[in-house]
Nanobody
Framework: QVQLAESGGGLVQTGDSLRLSCAAS????????MSWFRQAPGKERDFVAA????????HYADSVKGRFTISRDNAKNMAYLQMNSLKPEDTAVYYC????????????????????WGEGTLVTVSS
């Protein structure tokens, strides 16, 4: 069982930055690929970014490429999402999710493939 807890959300203005954190309870955190998803009001949950177990492989949604950076610290059981140049359309609840991975090539992008989810943290970007 893996418990995930997001933090770092808040209200910011267009162009600002935020760093989201995801704390994981797993003993074997380094065996889980991590992903971030987001869900805006009235919309489906969308993929944002993913990182492989070692951190050597990452993948981003086109809408955030060049602005967001996903990272992880396996020694601290933490995953992060650095968000720069925020736009009003980035407003959403952001979720971190974990998927057990036996190899380092896996960067999961589908919500239905994830094994564990956090409760989410709200990011609001005002114009």
């Amino acid at each position: 069982q893996v418990q995930l807890a997001e933090s770092g959300g808040g209200l910011v203005q267009t162009g600002d930055s935020l760093r989201l954190s995801c704390a994981a309870s797993a003993r074997s955190f380094s065996s889980y690929a991590m992903s971030w998803f987001r869900q805006a009001p009235g919309k489906e949950r969308d993929f944002v970014a993913a990182i492989s177990v070692s951190g050597s492989n990452t993948h981003y949604a086109d809408s955030v490429k060049g602005r967001f950076t996903i990272s992880r610290d396996n020694a601290k059981n933490m995953a992060y999402l650095q968000m720069n140049s925020l736009k009003p359309e980035d407003t959403a609840v952001y979720y971190c999710a974990a998927r057990y991975a036996s190899s380092d090539w896996l960067v999961p992008v589908r919500a239905e493939d994830m094994d564990y989810w956090g409760e989410g943290t709200l990011v609001t970007v005002s114009s």
